[in-house]
Nanobody, 121 residues
Framework: QVQLVESGGGLVQPGGSLRLSCAAS????????MKWYRQAPGKERTLVAQ???????TYAESVQGRFIISRDSAKKLMNLQMNSLKPEDTAVYYC???????????????WGQGTQVTVSS
């Protein structure tokens, strides 16, 4: 069974930094695009950043220049380095991955359980 587990959330002051990690485990043949989403209270879940299997990265405009996404495909890990954090970055952050469990299975979409990030003084 495939699992995505996030870690690294917490409380940080404005201007501070946090590093989120997402570890994939279970029966995995190939992981394609990995993404970070976030959802603030009362708002829709939105894409923060994504990294493809070839290493191509894209960011939401609101985090461009402050957040850095990375992945270690061999270890099935993805990270999000968040710098210069603002109160509006407060949200639950979710890991998402498109992956194939076996060579012949369809590509499916998996989610982690989320990790809370709170930016407040």
């Amino acid at each position: 069974q495939v699992q995505l587990v996030e870690s690294g959330g917490g409380l940080v002051q404005p201007g501070g930094s946090l590093r989120l990690s997402c570890a994939a485990s279970g029966s995995i043949f190939t992981i394609y695009t990995m993404k970070w989403y976030r959802q603030a209270p009362g708002k829709e879940r939105t894409l923060v950043a994504q990294v493809t299997s070839s290493g191509s990265k894209t960011y939401a405009e609101s985090v461009q220049g402050r957040f850095i996404i990375s992945r270690d495909s061999a270890k099935k890990l993805m990270n999000l380095q968040m710098n210069s954090l603002k109160p509006e970055d407060t949200a639950v952050y979710y890991c998402n991955a498109d992956l194939r469990e076996t060579r012949s299975s369809n590509v499916r979409d998996y989610w982690g359980q989320g990790t809370q990030v709170t930016v407040s003084s």
